[in-house]
């Protein structure tokens, strides 16, 4: 996208891409976006399958999990409070309780 989130090509008006170009200056600046495809992408390979996962989603708190085809699991969760949250995560055999910090975003794989 550009400075001004353009074009929009008749899409979404107040989408912003991975990244903004300065049609101006040539400058290229690392949108949120690009740093959370980053993420993702660290974790979460080609094929995967997103899976259901019991944790209570609020305005707070959001996750989401998928499966790998080697078969890893992976579970990302984002805390958008000012203070730290308590999760407890199970499946099968494997239990986590993890401590998500205040506004950050967190990985588990198993």
């Not at 550009?2 to 990244?19: F, K």
């Not at 690392?30 to 305005?59: C, D, M, Q, W």
Request: with cysteine.
């Amino acid at each position: 996208m550009d400075q001004n989130d353009g074009p929009t090509n008749n899409g979404c008006s107040n989408c912003r891409g991975i990244v903004t170009l300065n049609d101006a200056t040539g400058e290229v600046t690392k949108n949120e976006e690009y740093y959370a495809l980053a993420h993702f992408s660290k974790f979460v390979r080609p094929g995967a399958h997103r899976i259901t996962i019991k944790a209570e989603e609020t305005e707070q708190l959001f996750h989401v999990a998928f499966l790998n085809q080697d078969g890893s699991r992976i579970f990302v969760a984002a805390n958008n409070k000012p203070t730290s949250l308590l999760l407890d995560i199970r499946e099968g055999r494997h239990q986590y309780k993890i401590t998500i910090p205040a506004k950050a975003v967190i990985t588990v794989a198993w």
